[in-house]
């Protein structure tokens, strides 16, 4: 049995195995490798460990007696276990794969980044699944672990690809897909602005659909409409249909709630003229030169 917790995982119950596979996440960091992609690359791992709490959570794991043995009698628990001992193995295979590139990098290879490296979106979406996760494991007893490091984009698509499906057939094992739904509410709350559920829903799409569509759902009902019904272009003419975040929307914390309406009946653009139906936020844009 893998012991990336500090003891074999054949020892601890079902719920123990879980609250220590979702705990993992938080020793997770990330190298400087992974450039101007950092902060995106964080939230989809915030996102994958929010999804497999949010199971745990529907299925009440912590107060189910289903889930306190090391063998449990019953096969769909039995099916979780071993889920569950997956993702441990997932966790094991990057972590030792971490120890050896450490071994032969220099010490400016090994430089990570933290929480003060994101910009105020991110780091306000990253506080929140850490909230909830905290939350939503409080009480429990948890093995204290050592931090690591991924330094290559590889290794963590591959984790989250890989917690992606075990978490799907988690779900099949136990269907309680309404109990998710009011979880995922709960989840997205406290985020009100277009830009942080945009960012949000972006990182979700292809971790976890049920948020991607529930944060589709809240930008639908906050953002203004932009609608064109006959648009030609000629040339080198460009035409954008849509609200439009600079960098500078990112950089600083600007907080969007649009309920303006844009509407045309026609667009002709020609030569290497440009159009937008919508707004801008953060500054310049319209393709900036």
């Not at 007696?65 to 569950?84: C, E, Y």
């Not at 050592?146 to 779900?171: F, H, N």
Request: with cysteine; charged share 30%.
């Amino acid at each position: 049995m893998a012991e990336i917790f500090g003891i074999a995982t054949g020892a601890l119950s079902v719920a123990a195995l879980f609250n220590n596979c979702v705990d993992t996440f938080g020793y997770i960091q990330l190298g400087r490798h992974f450039g101007e992609d950092y902060q995106r690359c964080q939230l989809k791992l915030d996102i994958a460990e929010t999804r497999l709490g949010r199971w745990g959570e529907a299925v009440g794991i912590n107060n189910d007696v289903r889930f306190a043995s090391a063998t449990p009698p019953d096969n769909a628990v039995k099916g979780a276990q071993g889920i569950l001992e997956d993702i441990v193995d997932c966790f094991e295979a990057a972590q030792k794969k971490s120890r050896r590139y450490a071994g032969r990098a220099d010490k400016q290879e090994l430089v990570v980044y933290d929480n003060n490296d994101m910009n105020p979106i991110f780091q306000r979406l990253h506080k929140r699944s850490k909230d909830i996760t905290r939350q939503r494991q409080k009480g429990t007893s948890i093995v204290k672990k050592a931090a690591w490091a991924l330094y290559d984009g590889k290794s963590l698509e591959k984790i989250v690809d890989q917690i992606t499906s075990w978490v799907d057939e988690l779900e099949k094992l136990f269907p309680v897909e309404t109990v998710h739904q009011k979880l995922i509410e709960i989840e997205i709350e406290e985020v009100n602005d277009e830009l942080s559920l945009k960012t949000l829903k972006d990182a979700a799409r292809g971790i976890d659909p049920a948020l991607e569509n529930a944060v589709g759902h809240k930008v639908d009902a906050i953002e203004g409409t932009n609608s064109a019904k006959n648009v030609e272009t000629e040339g080198l003419a460009r035409f954008q249909l849509g609200n439009v975040f600079s960098d500078g929307a990112l950089q600083h914390e600007i907080l969007v709630k649009d309920w303006t309406n844009n509407s045309v009946e026609t667009v002709s653009a020609k030569n290497e003229s440009r159009v937008q139906i919508g707004n801008v936020y953060g500054g310049k844009r319209i393709w900036d030169n």
